[in-house]
Each structure stands twice: as structure tokens, then as C-alpha cells.
């Protein structure tokens, strides 16, 4: 199972972002947070592949949090579930490693898609030792042929 975490301020958010969590197979709500201090405080303690995390956070910028797991070399993967649209900030999200960026309002189909995307490169690559070219390039380029030429 995944173990995903929902790093989001606006209770009913976190909890449509919760329900549509759970209507996908593999992933498992690890917890749901309101605050990067409790983010923090969770994953000292406990797995989490994935964070599920809002840019807009009170007296807080959820880029932090993705800078902090960088900077501590914490295996863990950021999906931005954001209103905030600005290309700076996508840019700064990708940038620091993000594995994908949501824009509210987002549909469960668009959810759903980011989610199997993540799933199937971390199972896929996760059961390799040494992996080739082909197969990576399956997982990084999913809307190709994964035959990229130069």
C-alpha cells in the first residue's frame, strides 16, 4: 500500500480529498494534517510515500514543506493539490521534485489519473534493480510510445 498524507488547511477539503483517496485501490490515508508543523511531526515518526500537499496554507507556504523534505533526504513524493496557479510557483514546485501539480478545482477524473500515474511508476520502478532506457522512458513519458528520439 501507499501511504499518502493530506497536508491541506480547509477541513472540507481534506475531507473530498480523503473520500477520493479512498475510492482508489493500493493508496492508504496515512493522515490528513492542517499544518507543516504537523506534517513535520508525522513524518519523523512514520512511513508516507506520498503527500497530497496545498500551497495556501495559514501563515504558511506549503513549498516549505516540499523544501524540508529535500533538504533532510526524506523518500517521500509531493503531489500540490493548489488553487495557486501562478507559473513561478509550478515552476518552483517541479523544480524541488514535485510529481505532479493540481489546480482547484481539479475533477475526481483528473485526481484519479494523477494517482494511477503515481502508482504505476512506483510500483514499476520499485521492482527493478538496474532499469533500461525503454522502461524508464514507459513510466516518464506515459502519453508516447516511450521511443524518444534525438
Same mark, same amino acid.
Given at each position: 500500500?501507499?501511504?499518502?498524507?493530506?497536508?491541506?488547511?480547509?477541513p472540507m477539503v481534506r475531507e473530498i480529498n480523503s473520500r477520493f483517496l479512498e475510492k482508489l485501490p493500493?493508496?492508504?490515508?496515512?493522515?490528513?494534517?492542517?499544518?507543516?508543523?504537523?506534517?513535520q511531526e508525522f513524518i519523523y515518526h512514520n512511513k508516507v510515500d506520498l503527500i497530497l500537499l496545498d500551497i495556501y496554507l495559514p501563515k504558511e507556504n506549503g513549498i516549505d514543506l516540499l523544501k524540508w523534505l529535500r533538504k533532510n533526504e526524506m523518500e517521500t513524493d509531493v503531489i500540490f493539490i493548489t488553487a495557486d496557479k501562478t507559473s513561478s510557483m509550478v515552476q518552483e514546485a517541479f523544480r524541488y521534485g514535485a510529481v505532479d501539480y493540481l489546480i482547484k478545482p481539479f475533477t475526481f477524473d483528473r485526481f484519479k489519473?494523477?494517482?494511477?500515474? %503515481?502508482?504505476?511508476?512506483?510500483? !514499476?520502478?520499485?521492482?527493478?534493480?538496474?532499469?533500461?532506457?525503454?522502461?524508464?522512458?514507459? %513510466?516518464?513519458?506515459?502519453?508516447? !510510445?516511450?521511443?524518444?528520439t534525438t
Open positions: 500500500m501507499i501511504q499518502v498524507m493530506i497536508l491541506e488547511d480547509d493500493n493508496f492508504k490515508l496515512a493522515n490528513a494534517v492542517s499544518s507543516i508543523k504537523e506534517a489519473e494523477s494517482m494511477i500515474n %503515481y502508482k504505476e511508476r512506483y510500483y !514499476s520502478i520499485k521492482d527493478f534493480d538496474t532499469i533500461e532506457q525503454n522502461e524508464l522512458d514507459k %513510466y516518464m513519458f506515459k502519453n508516447t !510510445s516511450g521511443n524518444i
